[in-house]
């Protein structure tokens, strides 16, 4: 039987995409393996949103290349946002290379991979470069053949977000991703991401109901909806009803899935948070006290420059609806620091703007260029000094804030889904609260995964908690 390994950068989406594609290698009779060295085929799922992501990604792939010498068989592709921006170009960076496939094409991947490695392994080719002639995958209006005979296919295709809906069978999955959409209609200048993925394209509510029933049946407690911009789902698609948009109308849906008992959603855009999605958070007790809502700019100068179309005072609105709506409320956002003319009155503002909201995290990014977006062109880029500065205070700052709200929760009781092991101490297992806080509990693994229970909080190390399970705890019942 043959074997692939699929290494993913960047994203939830990104993870999302790839189960996709092992899910496909599954089902054609390949097994996932872990270890890159005893792989047929390797497969590099890649992020473009920072440089760092895709140097990883390329260093990576070099360094697996010496797997050919040993076993001229194997078949190597990438695929994803890196893929999608660079195409051909690739080959010429990683000459082992056999192929590149854009964001579009996820699900052509098993097919192309299974027809080199088949023809590979028939030896029809003595060597192995050699081994696509041409014609060795047929598609109409793809265009596959880069040099050599190698195979690109970064093409449109028409309905493909209707294609990430199977999930790779697991004994044990307390918790899901579930793509509800692809690609963003937004632009923001910083941002490869319309580039890469291509324009919003949502699928329909019915077929995201009937994944979410077939993880609920299959032992799934919780699921997190995945788009890039997910509250604007189905805006160029479906119409709104009794004045709810798409997403609430798919949110109420979700909601009445039986067995599922969480709902999880990311990534909102303050463009679309209506009232309507601020409400559901009072009547659909499965949403997660949690949210993850990008703020990126604290100065309103600055979020011009990056093309979010909101002042900050509209953000902050939001933020204070819903915590109004959700006492118990958990926020985090992403922040870039160092943005093209970011003065220190403008850093000063995003600053402010942490200490008034009080995030639970943060994700702080100093801005690095990337090829091809508006902010890469814009005058006044800053030094690499200044933007490390900046996001050395700002990760202080929300440091600070992220442990003494931690170390709050210490002497209370909160509710955690188990999703087995922990993944720095195999001794211990894992859960999440509903504000998506880490607990470690002891516990018997076999018993505790999947299981939603009460744990007592005795300890706080900066972003985890520690707990001890309740000695009455039962699977707890869903409710506000
Ligand atoms: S909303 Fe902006 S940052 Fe988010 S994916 Fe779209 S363009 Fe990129």
């Given at each position: 039987?043959?074997?692939?390994?699929?290494?993913t950068?960047g994203?939830?989406?990104?993870?999302?995409?790839?189960?996709?594609?092992a899910?496909?290698?599954v089902?054609?009779?390949?097994?996932?393996?872990?270890?890159?060295?005893?792989?047929?085929?390797?497969?590099?799922n890649?992020?473009?949103?920072?440089?760092?992501?895709?140097q990883?990604?390329?260093?990576k792939?070099?360094?697996?290349?010496?797997?050919?010498?040993?076993?001229?068989?194997?078949?190597?592709?990438?695929?994803?946002c890196?893929?999608?921006?660079?195409?051909?170009?690739?080959?010429?960076?990683?000459?082992?290379?056999?192929?590149?496939?854009g964001?579009?094409?996820?699900?052509?991947?098993?097919?192309?991979?299974?027809?080199?490695?088949?023809k590979?392994?028939?030896g029809?080719?003595?060597?192995?470069?050699?081994?696509?002639?041409?014609?060795?995958?047929?598609?109409?209006?793809?265009?596959?053949?880069?040099?050599?005979?190698?195979?690109?296919?970064?093409?449109?295709?028409?309905?493909?977000?209707?294609?990430?809906?199977?999930?790779?069978?697991?004994?044990?999955?307390?918790?899901?991703?579930?793509?509800?959409?692809?690609?963003?209609?937004?632009?923001?200048?910083?941002c490869?991401?319309?580039?890469?993925?291509?324009?919003?394209?949502?699928?329909?509510?019915?077929?995201i109901?009937?994944?979410?029933?077939?993880?609920?049946?299959?032992?799934?407690?919780?699921?997190?909806?995945?788009?890039?911009i997910?509250?604007?789902?189905?805006?160029?698609?479906?119409?709104?009803?009794?004045?709810?948009?798409?997403?609430?109308?798919?949110?109420?849906?979700?909601?009445?899935?039986?067995?599922?008992?969480r709902?999880?959603?990311t990534?909102?855009?303050?463009?679309?948070?209506?009232?309507?999605?601020?409400?559901?958070?009072?009547?659909?007790?499965?949403?997660?006290?949690?949210?993850?809502f990008?703020?990126?700019?604290?100065?309103?100068?600055?979020?011009?420059?990056?093309?979010?179309?909101?002042?900050?005072?509209?953000f902050?609105?939001?933020?204070?609806?819903?915590?109004?709506?959700?006492?118990?409320?958990?926020?985090?956002?992403?922040?870039?620091?160092g943005?093209?003319?970011?003065t220190?009155e403008?850093?000063?503002?995003?600053?402010?703007?942490v200490k008034?909201?009080?995030?639970?995290?943060?994700?702080?990014?100093?801005?690095?260029?990337?090829?091809?977006?508006?902010?890469?062109?814009?005058?006044g880029?800053?030094?690499?000094?200044?933007?490390?500065?900046?996001?050395?205070?700002?990760?202080?700052?929300?440091?600070?804030?992220?442990?003494?709200?931690?170390?709050?929760?210490?002497?209370?009781?909160?509710?955690?889904?188990?999703?087995?092991?922990?993944?720095?101490?195999?001794?211990?297992?894992?859960?999440?609260?509903?504000?998506?806080?880490i607990?470690?509990?002891?516990?018997?693994?076999?018993?505790?995964?999947?299981?939603?229970?009460?744990?007592?909080?005795?300890?706080?190390?900066?972003?985890?908690?520690?707990?001890?399970?309740?000695?009455e705890?039962?699977?707890?019942?869903?409710?506000?």
């Amino acid at each position: 039987m043959p074997r692939v390994f699929i290494k993913t950068y960047g994203c939830q989406m990104n993870e999302r995409d790839s189960e996709q594609v092992a899910r496909m290698f599954v089902e054609g009779g390949y097994t996932l393996t872990r270890e890159e060295q005893e792989a047929d085929a390797i497969l590099v799922n890649t992020c473009s949103v920072r440089d760092q992501a895709e140097q990883k990604a390329l260093g990576k792939m070099g360094m697996m290349g010496k797997h050919r010498e040993r076993r001229g068989h194997v078949v190597y592709g990438f695929m994803g946002c890196m893929a999608q921006s660079r195409g051909e170009e690739l080959f010429d960076r990683i000459p082992h290379l056999d192929l590149v496939v854009g964001t579009q094409k996820y699900h052509r991947v098993f097919s192309y991979v299974d027809d080199i490695l088949r023809k590979r392994m028939e030896g029809r080719m003595d060597e192995p470069s050699l081994s696509l002639d041409g014609n060795a995958v047929e598609e109409e209006g793809a265009h596959l053949h880069g040099p050599e005979g190698k195979i690109v296919d970064t093409e449109v295709e028409e309905g493909s977000q209707n294609t990430i809906r199977d999930h790779v069978a697991a004994t044990q999955r307390p918790s899901a991703f579930v793509s509800i959409m692809q690609g963003c209609n937004m632009r923001c200048s910083f941002c490869i991401v319309p580039d890469t993925r291509g324009g919003e394209r949502s699928r329909p509510i019915s077929d995201i109901v009937r994944e979410v029933e077939r993880l609920a049946f299959q032992g799934t407690k919780e699921v997190t909806l995945l788009g890039q911009i997910v509250n604007l789902y189905g805006r160029t698609e479906f119409g709104r009803v009794d004045g709810k948009s798409p997403f609430v109308q798919l949110l109420e849906a979700v909601h009445e899935v039986e067995g599922i008992e969480r709902i999880r959603f990311t990534s909102p855009h303050p463009i679309g948070y209506r009232d309507d999605l601020v409400k559901a958070f009072t009547y659909l007790p499965k949403l997660c006290s949690h949210i993850h809502f990008p703020m990126q700019s604290g100065s309103d100068r600055i979020l011009r420059a990056m093309r979010r179309p909101y002042k900050n005072e509209k953000f902050i609105e939001i933020c204070e609806k819903m915590k109004a709506a959700r006492a118990d409320l958990a926020i985090t956002t992403d922040i870039i620091v160092g943005f093209p003319t970011e003065t220190d009155e403008d850093f000063q503002d995003t600053v402010d703007c942490v200490k008034r909201l009080q995030f639970d995290n943060s994700f702080i990014f100093r801005y690095s260029k990337r090829k091809d977006t508006p902010a890469a062109e814009m005058e006044g880029q800053l030094p690499e000094t200044v933007k490390e500065e900046r996001n050395q205070e700002l990760l202080r700052i929300q440091g600070e804030i992220a442990m003494r709200k931690n170390a709050e929760l210490i002497g209370t009781c909160q509710e955690i889904l188990c999703v087995g092991a922990s993944k720095t101490n195999k001794e211990k297992l894992s859960g999440r609260t509903s504000q998506n806080k880490i607990v470690i509990v002891e516990g018997d693994e076999d018993q505790l995964t999947g299981e939603i229970f009460k744990v007592d909080i005795e300890d706080s190390t900066g972003y985890t908690l520690f707990g001890n399970l309740q000695p009455e705890s039962q699977p707890v019942a869903v409710g506000l």
